[in-house]
């Protein structure tokens, strides 16, 4: 048995409740918007995602994904993963890195990249692959000390 609710048969919730959420949300600044509006606007939990935040935005978290490179080149944090030597795990801690160093990027983004598990970046990275920073070289070898002959 299924308990997942969605918007469709989602359990309504009590005036009372719905007079607390509203005024918890004046106070934070942001505007409530009831049930029956949101399906009249047409909005769904997606359209409250973004690429890319803006700085009066309200951060909630932050999910890594891994989609094709032209649907996120816009995106403010982004790097092109392509096929090569570097194994999940240093590809994740130059990622992480990367996104850590940039510039232009508030502490609180910097709090929500930094509070993603590394199992959550190891689950969506792809394995032997090379990362490509935007006007930067990344090493793309995994190897530790390799001879020359």
């Not at 997942?4 to 048969?9: G, I, K, L, P, V």
């Not at 606007?41 to 935040?53: K, Q, S, V, Y």
């Not at 994740?92 to 510039?103: A, D, L, W």
């Amino acid at each position: 048995v299924s308990t997942q609710s969605t918007w469709a048969n989602k359990p309504s919730i009590t005036i009372q409740e719905e007079v607390e959420v509203r005024d918890i949300l004046l106070e934070e600044g942001l505007e409530y918007i009831k049930d029956e509006d949101k399906k009249e606007m047409d909005l769904t939990e997606l359209d409250a995602l973004t690429g890319n935040p803006l700085p009066s935005d309200t951060i909630l978290f932050a999910i890594p994904m891994c989609a094709p490179y032209s649907s996120i080149s816009k995106y403010k944090f982004h790097v092109k993963i392509t096929p090569g030597s570097l194994k999940r795990g240093k590809a994740v801690q130059t990622i992480e890195h990367y996104f850590n160093t940039m510039k232009d990027v508030r502490d609180e983004e910097r709090q929500f990249i930094r509070a993603i598990e590394n199992n959550d970046y190891i689950t969506t990275a792809l394995s032997n692959s090379a990362v490509s920073i935007p006007g930067k070289k990344v090493e793309t070898s995994s190897k530790k000390g390799s001879k020359s002959k």
